[in-house]
């Protein structure tokens, strides 16, 4: 519970006095009550930490202004982003559900209310062509411009053994 998961976090920080704490939840921003909670229960706690967790562009594209403030107020300052391509045919061969108004999007709102990210990618798909390729770069591009607080990954293709994409 947003409770639990405050007090936990409130107990670590008075015996470590951390910064910055990171979630490593891929589904962190999927209950957007349970977002909100959190972000409240660390507001009342005043505990001074930033913090930082993964989010989907389409979470990000999705998620009112209002809990994109609330979140930043309780020291949200950093999202990941797996982005993976720039170009839509490659985000809808690898079923990734987003579309690339959505990555924009998601950037604009957190360069909106002065939240950092890391945006990461991958290249060399199996087939992928080289106007693909240059979509993602041209992508990267874009996102690196619209704020300074922006990062962006670029990783080579490798498959899990066993995967559809194994080849």
């Known amino acids: 519970s947003p409770a639990r998961v405050a007090a936990e976090v ?58 994109w403030a609330l979140c930043a107020r309780s020291g949200l300052r950093h999202v990941v982003v797996g ?23 998601t950037a604009a709102k957190c360069a909106h209310h002065g939240i950092g990210a890391t945006f990461s990618f991958i290249v060399g798909f199996p087939g992928e062509s080289d106007a693909s390729v240059h979509a993602t770069l041209d992508l990267v591009k874009r996102l690196r411009a619209l704020s300074p607080g922006f990062e962006t990954q670029i990783f080579y293709y490798k498959p899990y053994p066993g995967s559809s994409m194994a080849g």
């Open 83 to 105: 982005v993976e391509s720039g170009a839509q045919e490659i985000l809808d061969r690898i079923t990734k559900g987003v579309r690339l108004e959505q990555v924009l999007d």
């Open 10 to 67: 409130a107990g670590l920080w008075h015996r470590y006095r951390f910064d910055e704490l990171s979630f490593q939840d891929e589904a962190f921003f999927t209950d957007r009550r349970r977002v909100v909670d959190i972000a409240g229960e660390f507001l009342s706690l005043g505990l001074g930490f930033a913090w930082k967790a993964t989010l989907r562009p389409d979470q990000g594209a999705n998620m009112p202004g209002d809990i």
